[in-house]
């Protein structure tokens, strides 16, 4: 009879250690699903697809996905984590436009504007500066006005002051 129990007590235990060992299982299920709830690690591709986008706020004119700062590393760890929250590449670049202003931007946020500016102001340019060069080779009118002779004796001083300098000049030759 003590076999038997002996037996009983065996399978309990056993019993009641699979039981244990089922729970410690599920838990761990449960646990690893909502760790992996914020999906997965975001790869390298990933991150320099939204950093090449970017310019370093730090480092003039050289894009985040290859800038060698530890602060572009932060940055780009930072654009990693936001993937792995779920967020949309418009919602990073706009937080990054937020925290830096658009000069980080890649691509300037209203492109038709500035294409357009540029290529008016030279147009303007140009068309004034052909204007100038109108103006400078055609002769003046004021020019074509004037005595049939080029004696400048015939022409008649503007102030009364050089007109009786003149006379009196000439009356001592």
């Given amino acids: 009879m003590k076999a038997i129990q002996s037996r009983?007590?065996?399978?309990?235990?056993?019993?009641?250690?699979l039981l244990a060992i089922l729970f410690a299982f599920t838990l761990a299920l449960t646990f690893n699903h909502f760790a992996s709830a914020q999906g997965p690690t975001p790869t390298d591709d990933e991150v320099n697809r939204i950093a090449k986008q970017l310019y370093c706020p730090v480092c003039e004119s050289t894009p985040l996905d290859v800038c060698p700062t530890e602060a572009c590393r932060q940055w780009r760890d930072l654009i990693r984590t936001m993937l792995a929250d779920g967020k949309s590449e418009?919602?990073?670049?706009?937080?990054?436009v937020t925290q830096y202003g658009a000069r980080v931007l890649a691509e300037p946020p209203n492109r038709l504007v500035s294409y357009l500016v540029p290529a008016v102001a030279i147009l303007l340019?140009?068309?004034?500066l052909a204007r100038g060069f109108q103006m400078w080779l055609k002769p003046s009118p004021a020019a074509n006005e004037g005595p049939a002779n080029n004696n400048p004796d015939d022409i008649p001083p503007a102030d009364p002051y050089?007109?009786?300098l003149e006379e009196e000049l000439k009356k001592q030759k």
């Fill in 125 to 128: 340019g140009v068309i004034l």
């Fill in 8 to 17: 009983e007590i065996t399978t309990y235990r056993a019993a009641k250690l």
């Fill in 162 to 164: 050089v007109a009786r």
């Fill in 90 to 96: 418009a919602e990073i670049k706009q937080y990054f």
